[in-house]
């Protein structure tokens, strides 16, 4: 399906998968204004964006229910539609486990992780209901379906929740032409892995998948014709560190 004329919003779109999926969608010719909570990443990703197709940012915190709003209400304003959104911002804690992490902590990655992805889901199904059409890709993680100690609680209980949220959306709004996938990645390098306790070594972040593989999923995606969905895609690497018992051990 061609996406020429498409809108597409993408969350946490100046870096990681967010970036590389807003740089196929681009390619491919939809217009797509990524958010993201740094000016300077923000920049720096909008002229990458728009050295291939159009494109535009703002600055946004997706914790921030009202700014969220105001976003896709000035998004809709400029565009009229709103016809993809991917919601692919994200954080984790470096004193991520039990013995470690701070309620604040806690609070802080189901903010980002869950509630501002809700958010902006609430801010854009008015729009796609009322066109009778959208696609909604969340992206979640192989800890949201495999928890782990080396993601730790409240990461693996938010993307564990952005599985159940986007089952939420296709149950539903399928009658109104809305369809919803979760994406599932395995280990992705993506600056977030500075976030771990133990950041993993060169050698083994070049056998991970990388943002661009995330990106050819997200186009893959957002091609098929609307009657198809894709309510969930699990993506690892084929060297898969969580079969073979060779990830970094959280410090006691």
Same mark, same amino acid.
Request: proline share 5%; charged share 20%.
């Given at each position: 399906?061609?996406?020429?004329?498409?809108?597409?919003?993408? +969350?946490?779109?100046?870096?990681?998968?967010?970036?590389?999926?807003?740089?196929?969608?681009?390619?491919?010719?939809?217009?797509?204004?990524?958010?993201?909570? =740094?000016?300077?990443?923000?920049?720096?990703?909008?002229?990458?964006?728009?050295?291939?197709?159009?494109?535009?940012?703002?600055?946004?915190?997706?914790?921030?229910?009202? &700014?969220?709003?105001? &976003?896709?209400?000035?998004?809709?304003?400029? $565009? !009229? $539609?709103?016809?993809?959104?991917?919601?692919?911002?994200? +954080?984790?804690?470096?004193?991520?486990?039990? $013995?470690?992490?701070?309620?604040?902590?806690?609070?802080?990655?189901?903010?980002?992780?869950?509630?501002?992805?809700?958010?902006?889901? $609430?801010?854009?199904?008015?729009?796609?209901? &009322? !066109?009778?059409?959208?696609?909604?890709?969340?992206?979640?993680?192989?800890?949201?379906?495999?928890?782990?100690?080396? =993601?730790?609680?409240?990461?693996?209980?938010?993307?564990?929740?952005?599985?159940?949220?986007?089952?939420?959306?296709? &149950?539903?709004?399928?009658?109104?032409?809305?369809?919803? +996938?979760?994406?599932?990645?395995?280990?992705?390098?993506?600056?977030?892995?500075?976030?771990?306790?133990?950041?993993?070594?060169?050698?083994?972040?070049?056998?991970?998948? !990388?943002?661009?593989?995330?990106?050819?999923?997200?186009?893959?995606?957002?091609?098929?014709?609307?009657?198809?969905?894709?309510?969930?895609?699990?993506?690892?690497? =084929?060297?898969?560190?969580?079969?073979?018992?060779?990830?970094?051990?959280?410090?006691?």
């Amino acid at each position: 399906m061609s996406l020429k004329g498409k809108v597409a919003w993408i +969350t946490g779109g100046g870096s990681g998968i967010g970036l590389a999926g807003a740089m196929e969608l681009a390619k491919a010719g939809a217009h797509v204004v990524i958010s993201g909570r =740094t000016a300077a990443t923000n920049a720096s990703a909008l002229k990458q964006l728009q050295a291939v197709g159009s494109a535009e940012s703002l600055q946004l915190e997706v914790s921030d229910r009202k &700014a969220v709003a105001k &976003a896709a209400k000035d998004i809709l304003g400029r $565009h !009229q $539609h709103i016809d993809i959104l991917i919601n692919s911002a994200g +954080t984790n804690l470096g004193k991520r486990n039990l $013995h470690n992490m701070s309620v604040e902590g806690w609070d802080e990655v189901v903010a980002i992780n869950l509630s501002g992805l809700f958010y902006c889901c $609430h801010a854009v199904l008015p729009a796609m209901r &009322a !066109q009778k059409d959208g696609l909604v890709i969340n992206v979640s993680s192989w800890a949201g379906r495999y928890a782990s100690t080396l =993601t730790g609680p409240a990461y693996n209980a938010t993307k564990r929740a952005v599985i159940a949220l986007t089952e939420s959306i296709n &149950a539903e709004e399928c009658a109104n032409g809305i369809r919803a +996938t979760s994406v599932l990645p395995g280990e992705v390098a993506t600056p977030i892995l500075e976030k771990r306790p133990v950041p993993p070594p060169r050698e083994e972040r070049e056998r991970m998948l !990388q943002a661009e593989d995330l990106g050819q999923t997200i186009l893959y995606l957002a091609s098929l014709p609307p009657r198809a969905c894709v309510n969930e895609l699990i993506i690892s690497p =084929t060297r898969n560190r969580f079969y073979l018992g060779g990830l970094e051990k959280p410090k006691a």
